[in-house]
């Protein structure tokens, strides 16, 4: 995926997480190449949600997308 398509996504990401009310800070390869870090390619999305909204943000994924796509780290 092209970093304009992850940004596209992001972009609904936002939107979504927005209507849920769901608290997000952007992290990984992507967070670099936002803050100009030219030598990093992202090729996927990693955010950062608190702990209580992790079970919020599985359920959103499942209604919007009819998937889970969510690696939890404790």
């Known amino acids: 995926m092209s970093t ?6 992001l972009a609904k990401l936002d939107k979504l997480l927005d ?3 769901i608290g997000y ?3 990984g390869s992507l967070a670099d190449y ?3 870090i030219s ?4 090729n996927d999305i990693d955010i950062l949600v608190d702990k209580e909204d992790v ?7 499942q209604q919007e997308q009819g998937i889970v ?3 939890s780290i404790r």
């Open 4 to 9: 304009v398509e992850l940004l596209n996504v």
């Open 39 to 42: 030598t990093i390619k992202p």
């Open 19 to 21: 209507q849920y009310r």
């Open 69 to 71: 796509m969510l690696e």
């Open 34 to 36: 936002l803050l100009g």
């Open 25 to 27: 800070i952007v992290i």
């Open 55 to 61: 079970e919020e943000l599985s359920t959103m994924l």
